[in-house]
């Protein structure tokens, strides 16, 4: 059974599936991470959407690059979750099915292409704290023991 984190699903709305693939990126003690500014500010692990067609691995890669401007090596599939969410920019209720993959960051070909996004190193320890999101938290949690 796939995990659930965050609220529960409401019982008056209509979800869409929404599979994405999402990387825990270490370096050291650190993390790299992404800040999206908009709609709401946060921290989250880079990924998003696996596009009709695509691989999750390939998405995952693209994803990355788009959000940090990092290319990544060695993917290693490390679980998946799902959350219930409003995604306002699509203006959708979405069912994530989030597939997490721990990665190696190699070379930083430029900045990140997806408006309103930042590339951020950050402690792991901090990043338990700050990510914007349970599921998130919890595979992130997993570097600190």
């Known amino acids: 059974m796939i995990p ?3 609220t529960p699903p409401r019982k008056d709305v209509r979800y869409t599936m929404r599979p994405g693939a999402y990387a825990v990126l270490l370096q050291g ?3 790299l ?3 999206q500014a908009e709609p709401t500010p946060e921290f989250q692990l880079p990924g998003g959407g696996i596009d009709p067609g695509e691989s999750p691995v390939v998405a995952l890669m693209r994803e990355v690059f788009e ?3 990092y290319r990544i090596a060695k ?3 490390l679980g998946a979750f799902r959350r219930f969410t409003f995604m306002p920019e699509y203006d959708l209720w979405a069912e994530k099915l989030c597939t997490i993959y721990l990665a190696t960051p190699t070379l930083r070909i430029g900045l990140p292409s997806e408006p309103g996004h930042a590339a951020v190193w950050m402690g792991i320890e901090d990043a338990v704290t700050q990510l914007g999101n349970a599921g998130d ?3 992130t949690a997993q570097f600190l023991r």
Do not use: N, S
């Open 4 to 6: 659930r984190f965050g």
């Open 29 to 31: 003690d650190q993390i």
């Open 33 to 35: 991470l992404t800040h």
């Open 67 to 69: 959000e940090t401007g």
């Open 75 to 77: 993917p290693r599939r």
């Open 137 to 139: 938290r919890h595979f």
